[in-house]
């Protein structure tokens, strides 16, 4: 997984805590066991997107990169398909700049000016 940005220094900081995803993989497993999958690759996609929002360059040398980008901007897409299957309300629950990511998540869910 990426480490910190080239050349980030927290020394300023009393306290500068780091979260990192990951699992303790056995001889016998890789990174395509399904054990090591179902464990770490949930992190692994925020991973991703943490990348891919910052616009961060690092992004292109992860595996799958491309296909990660694709299913990420097909959220009107995907709210149909949920809509047929028969799901009603999505709970999304924004961080940071509330305004900005419920701003952001109904122009990309195709909710804006309704």
């Known amino acids: ?25 056995t001889d016998d497993e890789t990174v395509s066991s399904s054990r090591v999958i179902a464990t770490a690759g949930p992190g692994v996609a925020v991973v991703y997107h943490g990348l891919l929002e910052q616009g961060d360059q690092r992004l292109e040398g992860l595996p799958n990169a491309d296909r990660f980008r694709e299913l990420a901007n097909e959220l009107p897409g995907r709210l149909e398909r949920l809509a047929e299957q028969g799901i009603t309300e999505v709970a999304f629950q ?3 700049d509330i305004d900005r990511e419920l701003t952001a998540f109904a122009a990309a869910a195709g ?3 309704r």
């Open 1 to 25: 997984m990426p480490g910190l940005s080239a050349g980030a220094d927290y020394r300023q900081f009393d306290d500068a805590v780091l979260l990192g995803f990951g699992t303790i993989m």
């Open 94 to 96: 924004p961080m940071g």
């Open 111 to 113: 909710l804006a000016g």
